[in-house]
């Protein structure tokens, strides 16, 4: 398998990436990169425009082959996308963008579908009628914060009568930039759970009509719903001349960015967790049962393995607190060798300063937009080190919190993968050990670990290998932190400090940040 290559897209909130990836070990030999383009129209919004999406998507491909001797477009087995999730296109019936996308971010359609909050009686703010029918068809609901599909769609609908009157389907970004390379209207089973209009109790994800017809919306409006290692379509004359590669490569149907690196943890076996640190994180693990802990904001979405569930805790910062941090304290944009050094010098629990990651609201375990962060116990006698190091325990403490809760469900685990950039600190790495007390085993290149998910979801789908398990043993393991006891018992207090500060403050924080 010497030179055969997957293309894969990482398409992210803050960068989009683009990947030649070795089938024989799954390590990325050529990539490039290029810093997404966000659009913040009004506060609570976030857009991104879809044309200049593709456009980025050609001028990466053209890139990465410029600046690779590692491959050459006739050496590429397949292509696949991977990206954020959430986000909502309505297109015409020519396939043309009506709108720019809603991506995940934004908030503008918090409170919809209003019914699922209105009446009695009530169970964690939902009504418990709408909230059951949900639950029986999908194991979850929409959140509050309106950043679900459902939600938005319903926005434009309210908000974009003219919109939404020309849409012919509503597709998800990775949807989006499928269409462009084949025609072919697709969506994963991952990214269609997502909606909250499906019936996944039977380990895959059908259009729920009973759950269309209450919101007045026609099947005809939704892609087809496919399996991540199917293979979509076939790259168009149109796309190859744009991308400058041969007509008729296969694109697979692919997963959205939190199951592609589940597969990229490589923690792919039933109940093995892994976290995620990128800008926000995760903590998941795939299931052969639908399970979900609605008080905790801990549910399962279908897998790119199919028929498989991932059951996810999701939380909002992450590493993205560390580059705001970055940032305010004047060190250069990416000088983490500098941020590393700092933090080593501050000792654990930073001088007994705490650091609070809830800088956009939080999902789990707690579902509250109205939270923020914050910085407790600060004096003039803390140095940035002490700053930076609460900012990464304050981020562990809080995965620390929603995986007691998740731990509840997988059960115990002596050790967890983790990937993802900030998992490239190695003093966050062991803070994470030392605060979880739990043995963390580190993949190569995690920052990787969503172009490697993906391709390794291309190579199965193309027959490449039989099953993930095969692929995935192919995996390399870079680094095993150790937790720390003496450290783990200071962590344990300052952990019941930081739960503690939530519940005497939460009402506080409504009140500042009224939804």
Not at 105 to 114: S, T, V, W
Not at 215 to 229: A, C, G, Q, T, V
Not at 272 to 292: F, L, M, Q
Request: aromatic letters at 10%.
């Amino acid at each position: 398998m010497t030179n055969k290559f997957i293309l894969a897209f990482d398409i992210g909130t803050t960068t989009i990436k683009a990947g030649l990836v070795n089938t024989s070990d799954f390590l990325v030999s050529s990539k490039s990169s290029i810093p997404s383009r966000i659009e913040y129209p009004h506060h609570g919004w976030a857009e991104q425009d879809p044309n200049i999406l593709w456009n980025q998507v050609v001028e990466l491909t053209h890139r990465l082959f410029s600046e690779s001797d590692d491959a050459s477009p006739e050496e590429i087995l397949g292509i696949i996308f991977t990206a954020h999730m959430a986000g909502v296109l309505p297109i015409d019936s020519s396939g043309y963008p009506l709108r720019n996308i809603i991506i995940w971010l934004d908030e503008r359609a918090a409170g919809l579908p209003e019914d699922i909050w209105a009446g009695f009686p009530k169970i964690e703010g939902y009504n418990l009628f709408r909230l059951l029918k949900f639950l029986r068809y999908t194991g979850g609901a929409p959140s509050k914060t309106g950043k679900d599909p459902l939600s938005k769609i319903i926005w434009i609908r309210k908000h974009e009568p003219d919109i939404y009157s020309k849409t012919s389907k509503f597709l998800d970004v990775k949807g989006f930039l499928i269409f462009r390379c084949t025609g072919s209207i697709v969506t994963s089973q991952d990214e269609a759970h997502l909606t909250w209009l499906v019936d996944a109790r039977k380990n895959r994800a059908i259009w729920e009509s009973s759950l269309l017809k209450d919101y007045k919306l026609s099947i005809d409006m939704f892609p087809e719903i496919r399996d991540s290692i199917e293979v979509a379509g076939k790259l168009s004359p149109e796309a190859s001349s744009e991308l400058g590669l041969k007509t008729g490569i296969p694109v697979l149907v692919g997963s959205g960015d939190v199951a592609s690196a589940a597969i990229g943890s490589g923690a792919i076996n039933d109940s093995e967790p892994h976290i995620y640190i990128g800008t926000s994180d995760w903590i998941a693990a795939h299931i052969s049962r639908r399970k979900t802990d609605l008080s905790h904001y801990i549910g399962s979405l279908l897998s790119a393995i199919p028929r498989k569930y991932l059951l996810i805790a999701e939380q909002e910062v992450a590493a993205g607190a560390v580059e705001w941090m970055m940032s305010l304290l004047g060190f250069s944009e990416r000088d983490y060798s500098s941020v590393e050094e700092a933090v080593n010098k501050s000792p654990i629990g930073a001088n007994n300063l705490l650091f609070f990651p809830w800088l956009y609201g939080e999902r789990s375990p707690v579902d509250d937009p109205s939270l923020r962060g914050g910085l407790i116990n600060f004096s003039f006698t803390h140095s940035k080190g002490d700053v930076l190091r609460a900012v990464m325990e304050g981020v562990a403490y809080n995965i620390k919190w929603a995986y007691t809760h998740f731990s509840k469900i997988t059960g115990s685990n002596n050790q967890l993968n983790i990937v993802g950039g900030g998992a490239l600190f190695d003093v966050w790495c062991q803070i994470i050990a030392d605060v979880l007390n739990i043995k963390i085993r580190r993949m190569r290149d995690p920052g990787d670990a969503c172009l490697r998910g993906a391709a390794t979801i291309a190579a199965v789908g193309l027959d490449i290998y039989n099953d993930f398990a095969e692929a995935v043993a192919h995996y390399q393991v870079d680094k095993i932190f150790v937790p720390n006891e003496s450290a783990a018992r200071t962590y344990d207090k300052l952990f019941r400090i930081f739960k503690e500060f939530y519940s005497k403050n939460r009402k506080i924080f409504g009140m500042l940040n009224p939804h």
